[in-house]
């Protein structure tokens, strides 16, 4: 970790901090905070991507669930993020939805439903209003200024696409993050 002289870390790039107190036997709560250097946006087009995507599972259509992966080195902050095409769903502008890297959060359908189906404590972020297309439809997430694209990806439940994923219990998995829009990079 890189510090100045005085053993003070610096940070170089946005960085999700999560800190605790010791005090005799105690530790204190955990605060977190997110700091954004440079003046740089929170995140990027493509830090964020959908890295699986479960439209048609076998059981009820509550257990229905997108993955997020931030697979950018640096954390980001969600914060006012939106779906403007395929689902309905925005994260919250009061507060920080924030990422490390390498992190994974799930929009789902239904709480419970995804509960029932994959067990609890899964890292939900949140409820999609709608629901995930079992033909195919294009997902688009939003940086909260309304112009700014962070991820653009269209998915089908027919060939080329893995076929397994419609309806046959299992979700489509994103194994080529570089090439999104191609069905060769998801696997069922």
Do not use: Q
């Amino acid at each position: 970790r890189p510090t100045d002289g005085n053993g003070l870390l610096t940070l170089t790039e946005n960085t999700l901090v999560r800190s605790r107190t010791l005090d005799g036997l105690e530790w204190s709560a955990l605060n977190e905070a997110f700091f954004v250097v440079g003046g740089s946006a929170p995140v990027e087009p493509w830090d964020v991507v959908p890295s699986e995507i479960h439209y048609n599972p076998t059981g009820p259509d509550e257990a229905e669930f997108i993955e997020l992966h931030n697979r950018s080195g640096h954390a980001v902050n969600l914060r006012g993020a939106f779906f403007s095409d395929g689902i309905e769903f925005f994260f919250p502008d009061n507060r920080d939805v924030l990422l490390a890297p390498g992190e994974r959060v799930l929009v789902v359908d239904s709480h419970f439903g995804v509960d029932a189906e994959y067990g609890i404590g899964l890292p939900i972020v949140g409820v999609y209003r709608g629901s995930l297309n079992n033909g195919g439809e294009t997902l688009v997430l939003m940086a909260p200024d309304g112009v700014t694209e962070l991820f653009n990806v269209t998915y089908d439940g027919a060939a080329p696409w893995p076929e397994e994923a419609d309806g046959d219990g299992r979700s489509l998995v994103l194994v080529d993050e570089t090439t999104p829009n191609n069905p060769a990079s998801w696997s069922p």
